[in-house]
């Protein structure tokens, strides 16, 4: 059987408390999902499958309908969004 990846939004106390519970009992395949998922990053930009949009830019080069760096700036702006941008501010800081 096939794998399917999921993204799924749930508050953060409730992502907790199943890692908790996963790591005190071993719990049930859900709760081992949910423990082993990957939060995405508070303030990330929107997501787009990367791997396709390289293929089309880099195919577009090849072939010769991208011409020059806009054009291909232009497909990054078209590429659809498969999950949007998360508006939340955060702290950016640049350390030394």
């Given amino acids: 059987m096939a794998d399917i990846e999921l993204v799924i939004k749930l508050p953060e106390e409730i992502y907790r408390n199943y890692k908790k519970v996963w790591q005190k009992r071993r719990g049930s395949i859900p709760e081992s999902c949910i423990a082993f998922g990957t939060p995405l990053p508070k303030g990330h930009g929107r997501l787009v499958d990367g791997d396709k949009l390289f293929s089309y830019i880099e195919t577009g080069i090849h072939v010769g309908f991208l011409d ?19 508006k939340e501010e955060v702290n950016n800081e640049v350390t030394d």
């Fill in 68 to 86: 020059d760096r806009y054009d291909c700036l232009e497909e990054v702006k078209a590429a659809p969004t498969i999950i949007p941008e998360d």
